[in-house]
């Protein structure tokens, strides 16, 4: 079944969000302005709406997350949802339940959405293919493959900051991209708004092959690669990377691809900097640039929330018209 | 094996099929009878043979009983997958006569018992002949060579780490110059293990966009590069197994114009399926090697035709349901394919890729002879091993009709054309439609 089919129903509206690849721009869209009336909520001093009163929302991890699986905790309670929190760790799966069976037991709990983070790439997909019709799927992050609301939260960023406008926008995504399910959801985002330039800066030990068929202009090179940016967006390198024969060190990474005020010269003068975080100073970016005036790292963080509320939202409202 | 004299003393006559044997060259309408077990004439009957039963082959294609060249039966060891019963059982009704196992069952093959346990449980299933290629080293641990003395005693038609490692190059070597030693054919899958690692798609677009950890054509001609140097260096004879990539079928071409002793093989779902069809994460779509691109695919068709893979296999890995039920990289590798080896291999010739005559060859005869093994022919004299195909019947493969133990298959619910009506093993009726 096509990624499209698989979470969208008849009508092209959401039923699980798995990956940015099989939306329209229309539906990112939509999913953008519904994230939009619910940033308003998270700033009033009710924070709740009633949407999903009495509905069970189930943080299924397989792989360690505070950020991701704090928001999502926060974006269900503030829509009125149970929430619960369930991480399982390796050892988990050295006691001997398959992934179905885990998920076969929590469904007779009657949950009605999953969201899942797992190390493999196309773990949501497996989920969403067997989960129960009633059951909503929401990706939080699959392997290398995707973390669409992430990429959903850094779009909305930038729409914010710099307008609906992306075609005249040069976007760089700078860092690991080839192990980074982020930038392959942003990549994806920013071709759906048809960005008018979207880069990735990294060596070459960090660039997956044929990395333009992504729709992207490849930089080995971080001035080059950042030169007259608009947005440039830094990615997280594992600390585990360094010891393999990917890097040499976190001194030279720093050196050629670190962002420092300085480098920043060659970008747009109103240059936004993002990080989807955790960061690491002085390896991605010195502490002048993550907490200096070009940066909306923390703003991210904030519009997680919304971008999740809508989500969650919009993929229970299906849920509704299923159950009618 | 299978000395049917006395168990099985039907004169039969097969009568009216276009008879195709690529290794005497012939492809005419002809009647073949057999006795005591063997092929006792091909066209006028012998003196005084009386048949006891006679087929109808009119319209049927009557060639060797197929050989492949790779097939794991999951027994010893996984028998939850699949055993030497049923999948010898989805053999014949394949119009397979011999599958060749690799080495790597639990407890892999190594010594004379362990071929000898193989050897007892194929004859009391009796539906197809099952010969084993002995661990190149011992437990496959790469390490310690095997004794490969007594393996080849014991009957193994060859030797193979399978698709475990080798410690280093010098270990290889010495198992290669040990093999020769005996004038064993050495089976090479060619894995350059450090470049493969954790990989489960080919290194190219649709791994990139799948974010799937990749296996880069390198890994695949790196290690051809090397296995070709020793090959050269100690004289072994060596057969590389189920090869990938464009560049890997052009090297051993040009190994094979330089004099040196190597065969190759192709497992026909890799003259399919390309790396497109592992989108969308279908599981029955990992198999090692991956499958590559759309110009490999047409690189491989080509070096089977040319003959630069002299055979075709199944690489026939039956799964349970559970192992394929898992996201994709989490999923154990391979399809299952006794069932559809011939009937995808007659879409080659559907699709002009190669004459019937030659693909039948890659399935018989070519085979055979890389296994050192007398069967792939109707010669006079020969085992009857003999597959009887209608090239024109349709079907649907799907649950009821699939006969491996394993399900595993991206050609489920293709409706495929050409299906064995009858097998003989050695004279002996083991499958009719």
Known sequence: MSTASLQLDAHGRLKHFLSIEGLNNQLLIDILD???????????????????RGKTIVNLFFEASTRTRTTFELAAKRLSADVLNINITQSSAVKGETLLDTLRNLEAM???????????????HFIANHA????SVINAGDGRHAHPTQALLDIFTIRRVKGPDFGRLRVAIVGDILHSRVARSQIHALNLLNTGDIRIVAPKTLVPAYAESLGVHVYHDLEAGIEAADVIIMLRLQRERMQGALLPSEHEYYELFGVTEEKLAVASPDVTIMHPGPINRGVEMDSEVADGSHSVILEQVTHGI?????????AMHHQKKVTQ | MMTSSTQHPDRIRISGGRVIDPANNLDAVLDVFVADGNIAAVGTPPDGFIADHEIDASGRIVCPGLVDLCARTREPGQEHKATIASESLAAASGGITTLCCPPDTYPVVETPADIELIRLRAEAAGKARVVTLGALTRGLDGEYLSEMAALKKAGCVGVSNALRPLANTQVLRRALEYAATFDLTVFLYADDHWLSANGCAHEG???????LPGIPQAAETAAIARDLALVEQTGVRAHFCRLSTARAAHMVARAQFDGLPVTADVAIPYLYLTEIDIREFDSNCHVIPPLRTTEDRQRLRDAVQRGIFSAICSDHQPHDPDAKLRPFPSTEPGISGLDTLLPLGLRLVDEQVMKLGELIHRLTAGPARILGLPGGTLAVGSAADICIFDPELTW???PSTIKSHGHNTPFMGWELKGRATHTLLAGRLVHTL
């Open chain 1, 110 to 124: 009657h949950v009605d959405m999953f969201v899942v983070r797992h190390t493999d790439s196309g773990a949501a």
């Open chain 2, 396 to 398: 649907l493969l799907d």
């Open chain 1, 132 to 135: 129960a019709p009633h059951v």
């Open chain 1, 34 to 52: 519904t994230a939009e009336s619910f940033a308003g909520v998270t700033e009033q001093t009710v924070k709740k709406v009633p949407l999903l």
């Open chain 2, 205 to 211: 677009k649709v791994a990139t966009r799948m974010g």
């Open chain 1, 306 to 314: 919304a971008v999740r509320m809508a989500v969650m939202s919009m």
